[in-house]
């Protein structure tokens, strides 16, 4: 924690000062001894609610402090606190009130879902996706004979009887979940009971009674975000979805970071573990109450998530996910009983995990490949899951080819001096005027184009709040097609002179987006952050291109919360991704929780991916001596060395001569 975003600081004093990070957020400056939380974070625009004013009344204002960081870089705890508790009963587990805890040392700090105003859009919603219904549970209705002083056979073997007299269904057994309540249940449905039978053999669940439906939850478990679909086994419908930021960012925004935070800490890893679970967990509670369903009539689970979330939700240690040659403790499909997982559903509920790829392709990669099929089409097609790493997949039915990227946080608007997660206030389309620089933008919440600050009845009370990863793709993009930066990426600081949206910070220069409160800004660190995170992806997608033939993809497919929300020719245009027929480049919305779905709903699909994922080629691009190369001529927008006639014929790109730049800029200043 040694590098300062903007080169000064906020309050711009001469007082000792301290980095303070803001988590989720990913804000950050440096703050003079004594500042509280509330007041850092009201200077970087940090959600952080608030109603007493910082009299620690309300309580509103709760932050946890990183672990590890309580003991000196923090104020202690205080009176006023203590009066708060006194009086409204204890603040969660390692939590403080923000406009009292004060900055003391370089510092972490996380704003809890529920101490924010706006709460989290998590933009992973269920897709609409063909799907065979196949479900792996199903119901059965039975009559039990009842027990007889001359037969002195338990009641599971009359209900086994009974499964295999009027059903047909043999050899099904039940563990002691289901065991426990079996003979009440029976004598409650006066020995009329159905029966959830998983594969057609477990005992999953007994209800008294007739009952025709049965229920199953699909989860894509993102390193920032969690999304979770409840849906009915018998038609497919999604009932209901849920979704919150992944807990588990308070102890890193990346992978990483993670991984480094359980080798440093001893139980680190059952403290991620948990971590994770209990947001699982609080999901099923979220999903199920807006359907109207109750916990104990959900019968199954599908999960899908990157290596690391899966080894950490799963319970398996993932450090040798840190480094080369990064090995996995388990690679194939995984099914187990979700009690053991933690998970308060039906007693005998099963959670079937998809299989992995590769040490940094994950179970969330094999669910996009389920559903878009890469593996039964003609086309050369390249699919790019777009997150904190990207993973992307590459070829057709004849051969297919992965690799993961280490993109970073910066596509979602961490490490962004004006960046933010998508919520409503946060600047999602921007248009740059190519004649007068000026900006007009659009935000989450609202349908209107603005230059400030006409926000419709939606928006008026949030205002703007920041910039969310679809905005600084197409504001980065915007100043390179209006000349504002060049093609290595560098803000033309000659534009100060005639231009205020352009402006000097120290050695380099800056460009405005929008003045007022919060002033929003993007530095030169902003893009190389793109720069650094697109090269890497583009990289990755060259060299699985290289190694298929060299053949250009004839389809490109995004996935994933911020792939669904990119304008594609915006994504062209930095060259985040390789030249195509626009009209064949798509998103697909959140595809790996759709491939959770189909999972959750068609049993014959996890043999399908199951065989397809042994045949997947893997690149691991660490090793890979031409990684290098590609991504240095990707630092160049839209690249050094690639060509984009796709591009070109609905973009006018700047001119590659410094020449050329400057008559463009003489003739746009007369």
Not at 269 to 298: F, N
Not at 335 to 349: M, W
Request: proline content about 5%; charged content about 25%; hydrophobic content about 45%.
């Amino acid at each position: 924690m040694n590098e300062h975003l903007t080169g000064q600081s906020i309050d711009g004093g001469e007082a000792e000062q301290h980095l303070v990070v803001f988590t989720p957020s990913g804000r950050r400056d440096y703050f003079p001894t004594e500042v509280s939380a509330l007041q850092a974070a009201r200077k970087l625009g940090v959600d952080l609610d608030s109603v007493c004013g910082g009299r620690g009344i309300c309580g509103r204002c709760q932050v946890v402090i990183a672990e590890g960081q309580s003991d000196d870089r923090v104020s202690p705890w205080n009176a006023v606190e203590q009066r708060y508790v006194d009086k409204r009963g204890a603040l969660g587990e390692g939590r403080r009130l923000g406009c009292q805890a004060k900055i003391c040392g370089d510092i972490v700090i996380d704003v809890p879902a529920d101490s924010q105003v706006h709460r989290q859009v998590v933009r992973k919603r269920a897709e609409t996706h063909p799907i065979v219904i196949d479900p792996v549970v199903r119901l059965y209705y039975v009559e039990v004979r009842e027990p007889d002083m001359h037969d002195p056979s338990s009641d599971l073997r009359r209900l086994q009887m009974a499964l295999a007299e009027q059903w047909g269904v043999s050899e099904t057994h039940a563990d002691l979940a289901v065991l426990r309540d079996l003979q009440k249940t029976l004598r409650a449905g006066e020995w009329k009971v159905t029966v959830a039978l998983r594969k057609g053999r477990d005992i999953v669940a007994l209800y008294p009674g007739f009952r025709d439906r049965g229920f199953g939850v699909a989860f894509d478990i993102g390193s920032t975000t969690i999304a979770a679909h409840l849906c009915d086994l018998a038609s497919g419908e999604v009932l209901a979805s849920a979704g919150l930021m992944n807990p588990q960012i308070r102890f890193g925004e990346d992978l990483m970071s993670r991984v480094s935070y359980v080798m440093m800490n001893p139980g680190g890893d059952g403290e991620l573990t948990r971590t994770v679970r209990e947001a699982v967990d609080q999901l099923i509670g979220e999903a199920a109450h807006e359907a109207g369903v109750e916990r104990a009539d959900i019968l199954e689970a599908t999960i899908v998530g990157n290596p690391i979330m899966h080894h950490l939700f799963l319970g398996l240690d993932p450090t040798e996910l840190g480094g080369a040659p990064f090995a996995l403790t388990l690679d194939g499909a995984f099914e187990t009983p979700a009690r053991q997982l933690g998970l308060n559903v039906a007693p005998g509920a099963f959670v079937y995990c998809l299989p992995c790829i590769a040490g940094h392709v994950g179970a969330d990669t094999a669910g996009v490949v389920l559903a878009e099929a890469p593996y039964l089409s003609d086309e050369l097609t390249l699919v790019v899951d777009v997150g904190t790493n990207a993973e992307l997949v590459f070829g057709n039915k004849e051969r297919l080819i992965a690799c993961s990227s280490p993109t970073g946080p910066a596509f979602e608007g961490a490490q962004i001096s004006c960046g933010q997660r998508a919520a409503p206030g946060a600047i999602e389309r921007v248009r740059i005027d190519r004649v007068t620089l000026e900006p007009k933008f659009k935000v989450i919440g609202s349908d209107l184009w603005s230059d400030e600050p006409a926000f419709d009845e939606a928006t008026r009370q949030t205002g703007v709040t920041g910039v969310c990863g679809s905005g600084i793709i197409e504001v980065i993009a915007e100043m390179f097609l209006a000349g504002v930066i060049s093609r290595d990426g560098v803000i033309d600081g000659a534009l100060a002179a005639t231009f205020p949206r352009v402006e000097a910070v120290g050695r380099t220069f800056a460009y405005v987006v929008r003045e007022g409160e919060p002033r929003l800004v993007i530095y030169q660190t902003d893009v190389r952050a793109i720069q650094l995170a697109k090269a890497a992806l583009y990289a990755g997608a060259k060299l699985l291109i290289e190694r298929a033939g060299g053949a250009a993809p004839q389809r490109v497919t995004l996935a994933g919360a911020f792939g669904s929300h990119i304008d594609v020719t915006y994504a062209m245009a930095l060259g985040l991704i390789p030249d195509c027929d626009l009209a064949h480049v798509a998103a697909a919305g959140n595809a790996a929780g759709t491939g959770a779905r189909i999972a959750l709903l068609n049993l014959a699909a996890r043999a399908e991916i199951e065989d397809v994922v042994r045949r997947v080629e893997k690149i691991e691009t660490a090793i890979e001596p031409r990684f290098q190369e590609h991504f240095v001529a990707a630092m160049a927008l839209p690249n050094k060395v690639d060509a984009f006639p796709n591009l070109a014929k609905v973009l006018t790109l700047p001119a590659a001569k410094a020449g050329d730049d400057d008559s463009g800029r003489r003739r746009r200043r007369r």
